[in-house]
C-alpha cells in the first residue's frame, strides 16, 4: 500500500517536472521573438545583421524610431487607422448590441427569421470579388465612409451580444419595465446598457483590434494615399521593402548598398514597434476581459 | 393575463466560439395581452407595439441586405460573361463556362492541393496542440508562473499579419536572419526560406501556430475550470495519477467543445486566409504557395475577371458547405454531437 503511494506520487512529481519545463521552453519560445524586435530597433544594425545582438540591444541607438519619425506616411497612416477604427468600432457596436438585443426579446415576431438572417452568412458568403461589384456599384470605392461600414456587423457578435442579454438581464426585470410604460429603446439605453459593461468592454476590444490589425479590405477598396491606413504603409516597408529617399538618406548623400541594407533593416524593426505600441500599451490592461469574453461566448442561452 | 400557447419558435443556442447549436423547440409562451383578436390581426398588433425593436435591427439589416446579401445575389455572376457596363443583371448567361474553364484549367489541381496541404496540417497540428496546452496550464500549481505563461502566449494574437510576416522575414533573411544565424553556428547551410516553395507550409503553420496557441486554448481553459474538484477527488482516492485523471476527468469533459470545434474547422478546410498567404508568397514559391483564396484575388481583382473569379468562389464555398454538413453527419452519428 505504502509502495503504491510513493510510485503514484513519483509519477505525479515526474509529471509536474516535464510540465514545468515544457510550458517554459512554451513561454520562451513565444516570448523570445518580441523581445528579440524590440531589441533589434535599439540596436545597431551592424550588430543585428552579423548577429552580435541576440537578446539585448547592442550599441543602442534611436536612429531608426527618427527616420520613421520624419516619414509623413507613417502618421498619416496612423491618423487614418485611429479614424477607421474609432467611427468603424462604434457603428459596429451600436450594430451589433441592437440587433443582439432585438433579438434576445421572446415576445419579437419573426425572431426565428431574423436570427436565421445572420446565420447564413457565417457560413455562406459571396466572396470577394462580388463583395468588392456591389461596394463599386453603390459607388463607396475609395471613401471614408466604406471603411466605416464594411465588416460592420458580424454574426458571431450578434450572437454573443444575444445570449449575454438573455442570461444576464432577467426578463422579470423588462416585464415590470414594461408595466411601468418603458419603451424598449428607453429600457435598452437605461437599464441594459450599464448592465452590460463587461459584454460592451469585450466588444469594443475584439471590433477595435479588428479593425486597426485590418489590412485587406482597405488595401483594396483604398485608392487614394491621402486615405491609406497603417498595415498598407506597413506593408509596404516591411513586404514590398518600399521606402522614400528621405528615410534612407545618412546626410551624406551616396550611400553605399551595404550602408542601405542596413538601414532598410533598422526602419522595419522601428516600424514594427511603432505600429504595435498602442497595442503593447493597452493588453495588459484589457487581458482581465478576454477570458470573460470567451464565457459569455460559451454560456448557453 | 392569459396563458396562450404560441407556436413560437425560440431557439435554443448553444454557442461555443463561433459555433451554433440550433433546434426548434415550441414554447408555451407568457404574454400579457393574451388572445383577442385570433390570428393576423394579433400577429399585426404585436408588431406593431413593438416597432421600436424592429427599428433597432434596421442598422444591422441594411448591412446584411446590402454588404452580405448583395454579394450573394451578385454571385450570379458565376454563371454569367459580367461586363461593369451592363452590370450584374444585364450580364449575358452562359451556364457553367466559367467552371469549366477552371476545372480544365492547370491551377485547378495545384490549388487545390495547396489548399488542402495549409488546412490539413494546420488542422492537425493547429487544433491537438491548444488542447494539450490547455491541459497542461491547467495542471500547473504555482499561479503567477501560469498567468505570466496566458499573458504571453495570448499577446501575439494582436499583433496583425503585415507586422507577422514581416519579423518572419527579417527572421528568416539568409545572410543576417538571426534563424539563419544559428543553422550557420550549427554548422548548417543557410537557408532561403521564402525562396524555395518546400519551405512555405512550414512557415505558414508554425508562425501560425506561434501566434495563435494560447489564443485558441482560451476556450478549453475556460471550459476546465468548471470541472467538478469532487471528481478529481474521487479519482485520487481511486489510486489516478496526474495523467490518468486528465485522461479520464479532464479530457471528458473538453469533448463537446472539441467536437463542435472540429466539425467548425472541416467547414472552413477549403478556407485559409488569403491574408497571410498573400503576404508571405515570393515570385519563387508560388508553386506551393497559391491556393484557391488568393488565385481568386489575382483573378478577380488584379487581372479583371470577375465571372471566373466568382465561379472559383463559388465552387470552393460550396465544397465547404458539402463537408461541413458530411462532418457534422458522421460526429452526430458517432459522438452524438451535432451543430444543428
Known amino acids: ?301 | 393575463m392569459y396563458i396562450s400557447q404560441v407556436a413560437s419558435q425560440s431557439e435554443l443556442c448553444y454557442i461555443v466560439t463561433g459555433s451554433i447549436h440550433f433546434c426548434g423547440k415550441r414554447a408555451f409562451v407568457l404574454t400579457s395581452t393574451g388572445i383577442r383578436g385570433a390570428g393576423r390581426k394579433k400577429l399585426l398588433r404585436r408588431i406593431l407595439t413593438d416597432w421600436q425593436l424592429y427599428l433597432f435591427m434596421l442598422p444591422g439589416l441594411a448591412y446584411y441586405i446590402c454588404l452580405e446579401y448583395g454579394p450573394i445575389y451578385g454571385l450570379q455572376i458565376a454563371f454569367k460573361n459580367y461586363s461593369p457596363a451592363k452590370g450584374i443583371w444585364g450580364s449575358k448567361w452562359i451556364g457553367l463556362a466559367q467552371f469549366e474553364r477552371f476545372f480544365r484549367s492547370a491551377y485547378f489541381g495545384a490549388t487545390i492541393v495547396n489548399t488542402l496541404r495549409l488546412s490539413i496540417i494546420s488542422l492537425f497540428v493547429g487544433f491537438s496542440l491548444p488542447v494539450l496546452f490547455a491541459l497542461m496550464l491547467n495542471e500547473m500549481r504555482c499561479k503567477p508562473f501560469r498567468d505570466l505563461v496566458k499573458t504571453v502566449s495570448y499577446a501575439p494574437h494582436f499583433i496583425s499579419v503585415v507586422v507577422i510576416v514581416g519579423v518572419l522575414r527579417l527572421f528568416v533573411t539568409p545572410s543576417t536572419g538571426i534563424i539563419n544565424h544559428i543553422i550557420a553556428a550549427l554548422g548548417g547551410e543557410r537557408i532561403a526560406f521564402f525562396q524555395e516553395s518546400r519551405w512555405f507550409a512550414p512557415m505558414y503553420v508554425i508562425s501560425g501556430i506561434w501566434q495563435e496557441l494560447g489564443w485558441n486554448s482560451m476556450i478549453y481553459i475556460a471550459a476546465l475550470s468548471s470541472v467538478d474538484p469532487t471528481l478529481h477527488e474521487a479519482a485520487i482516492i481511486d489510486g489516478a495519477n496526474k495523467v490518468q485523471r486528465i485522461w479520464h476527468v479532464n479530457l471528458p469533459v473538453l469533448r463537446p467543445t472539441i467536437v463542435v470545434l472540429l466539425i467548425l474547422n472541416c467547414g472552413q478546410l477549403l478556407n485559409v486566409g488569403y491574408e497571410k498567404v498573400l503576404l508571405m508568397q515570393t515570385d519563387t514559391n508560388l508553386t506551393a504557395s497559391e491556393i484557391i483564396s488568393t488565385y481568386v484575388y489575382k483573378a478577380g481583382l488584379i487581372n479583371a475577371e470577375f465571372s471566373f473569379s466568382a465561379a472559383v468562389n463559388l465552387f470552393n464555398s460550396i465544397v465547404n458547405c458539402v463537408l461541413l454538413i458530411t462532418v457534422n453527419t458522421i460526429t452526430s452519428k458517432l459522438d452524438d454531437t451535432s451543430l444543428w
Not at chain 1, 88 to 109: D, I, P, Q, W
Not at chain 1, 153 to 170: D, E, G, K, N, Q
Open chain 1, 1 to 301: 500500500m505504502k509502495r503504491a503511494k510513493q510510485a503514484q506520487s513519483l509519477s505525479d512529481q515526474v509529471f509536474d517536472i516535464v510540465n514545468w519545463i515544457v510550458l517554459s521552453i512554451i513561454l520562451i519560445v513565444v516570448l523570445y521573438p518580441l523581445l528579440y524586435t524590440v531589441s533589434a530597433s535599439f540596436s545597431d544594425p551592424k550588430a543585428v545583421n552579423s548577429g552580435e545582438m541576440w537578446l539585448l540591444p547592442v550599441r543602442f541607438t534611436l536612429d531608426g524610431y527618427r527616420r520613421i519619425f520624419d516619414y509623413g506616411d507613417i502618421w498619416m497612416g496612423y491618423l487614418n487607422t485611429i479614424d477607421y477604427t474609432v467611427v468603424g468600432t462604434a457603428f459596429s457596436l451600436f450594430t451589433v448590441l441592437m440587433y443582439g438585443f432585438a433579438l434576445s426579446k421572446k415576445k419579437l415576431v419573426g425572431r426565428r427569421f431574423f436570427s436565421i438572417v445572420i446565420l447564413v452568412t457565417m457560413f455562406f458568403n459571396g466572396g470577394v470579388v462580388t463583395t468588392y461589384i456591389v461596394i463599386k456599384n453603390l459607388h463607396l470605392l475609395d471613401t471614408r465612409f466604406i471603411m466605416y461600414v464594411c465588416g460592420m456587423s458580424s454574426a458571431y457578435y450578434i450572437l454573443v451580444c444575444r445570449t449575454f442579454f438573455m442570461t444576464s438581464i432577467p426578463e422579470a426585470l423588462s416585464e415590470a419595465a414594461t408595466i411601468d410604460g418603458c419603451s424598449d429603446w428607453r429600457f435598452f439605453m437605461r437599464i441594459a446598457l450599464p448592465l452590460s459593461r463587461a459584454l460592451i468592454m469585450v466588444m469594443i476590444i475584439f471590433l477595435a483590434v479588428t479593425r486597426w490589425n485590418w489590412y485587406f479590405w482597405p488595401m483594396i477598396l483604398l485608392k487614394e494615399r491621402s486615405k491609406f491606413t497603417l498595415q498598407i504603409i506597413l506593408k509596404e516597408i516591411l513586404i514590398q521593402s518600399q521606402m522614400s529617399a528621405s528615410m534612407m538618406s545618412s546626410g551624406m548623400g551616396f550611400v553605399e548598398i551595404q550602408r542601405q541594407a542596413e538601414i532598410a533593416q533598422m526602419i522595419k524593426f522601428a516600424v514594427i514597434i511603432a505600429s504595435s505600441l498602442p497595442m503593447l500599451i493597452v493588453y495588459p490592461f484589457l487581458q482581465c476581459y478576454f477570458e470573460k469574453g470567451v464565457m459569455i461566448g460559451a454560456v448557453k442561452g
